[in-house]
């Protein structure tokens, strides 16, 4: 089965694994994101640490190169033109990508020691990052722009920031087919998160962060009503809830290639090796308690 085109049906073992090992490797990868190490790291860098957004949009983008908003904009999908203007804008008179992609490992070093202790040197934190490894170096990069810009990158020597690199080309490969499925099913950055919030993966206000204006917000839900997907008070119908699940099932399926390389037994293992780590991770209060994920709504 081919994880290069979005046609085909997953079966549901191996979508049902894709999902779970997601579920175990994003709160890994989203550390970065939180830490106050990672903080402390992008403020020796000239950025500013009053929002996580100031260092997130350098932090994450730093993979593609000195590009401009444009390109991470489309890159990122859901956020608005001018919120990402503002933060890459601000990011790239301070630092650089070359000195960013040094940092976020500088903080994930320091931020996994912090949450690990001494496991981060443990023979099952190596194992796990081995099998993490193998799954992202059989990730198909081709159309995914995010996923092949990380795995462009040296592997760093340490296990933990192997486990760490592995679970970010992991989620950006996964990312990225989900935008493939949402393109496919025709929805554009905004009425992506209005169709995600009508089935109630969030709030309507946590989806706020990306930056939408209100006007573009309910402009969006125009839309989708028009097309059947939405009620006038925002909430999804049934043709609405129908899209999403096909979306999610996409998104599940075009994830499923790395996961088929590691096969069952090796999936099954690094999902009992990684169990101790995502509740540590989950455990220390870094990563907030509802995101616009919307893990387990779907």
């Known amino acids: 089965m081919s994880d290069t085109g979005i046609t085909g049906t997953a079966r549901p073992v191996e979508a049902a694994q894709a999902r779970r090992l997601w579920h175990l490797l994003e709160p890994l990868h989203a550390v970065l994101y939180y830490a106050p190490e990672v903080f402390e790291e992008a403020g020796g860098l000239g950025l500013s640490t009053e929002e996580r957004w100031w260092s997130y949009f350098p932090l994450r983008a730093a993979p593609l190169g000195p590009v401009g908003a444009e390109a991470v904009t489309s890159a990122f999908y859901s956020f608005a033109p001018a919120m990402v203007a503002r933060y890459v804008d601000a990011g790239r008179k301070v630092t650089t990508p070359e000195a960013a992609l040094e940092a976020r490992l500088r903080g994930m070093d ?15 934190l190596a194992e796990a990052a081995a099998l993490a490894r193998r799954a992202a170096e059989a990730a198909r990069t081709a159309g ?14 340490a296990p933990h920031l192997q486990l760490w690199h ?24 905004v009425e992506a998160l209005v169709s995600f919030a009508a089935i109630g993966a969030a709030p309507v206000e946590r989806f706020e962060s990306r930056g939408w204006t209100p006007a573009e917000w309910a402009a969006a839900r125009d839309r989708l ?32 290639g790395p996961w088929q390389a590691l096969g069952a037994e090796g999936g099954e293992r690094l999902a009992t090796l990684l169990g101790d780590y995502w509740v540590a991770v989950l455990g ?15």
């Open 110 to 124: 320091r931020a996994y020691r912090s949450l690990f202790g001494d496991r981060v040197d443990s023979p099952d």
């Open 144 to 157: 995914r722009p995010l996923a092949a810009a990380n795995a462009a990158l040296d592997w760093p020597t």
């Open 225 to 256: 009503a028009a097309r059947g997907l939405v009620e006038a008070d925002g909430t999804a119908t049934e043709a609405g809830r129908e899209l999403r699940r096909r979306v999610e099932q996409d998104t599940d399926r075009l994830a499923l």
């Open 166 to 189: 592995a679970a970010t080309i992991l989620r950006e490969h996964r990312g990225d087919g989900h935008l493939a499925a949402l393109l496919t099913a025709g929805l554009d950055p």
């Open 284 to 298: 220390s209060g870094l990563l907030p308690s509802e995101t616009t994920l919307g893990i387990g709504k779907v």
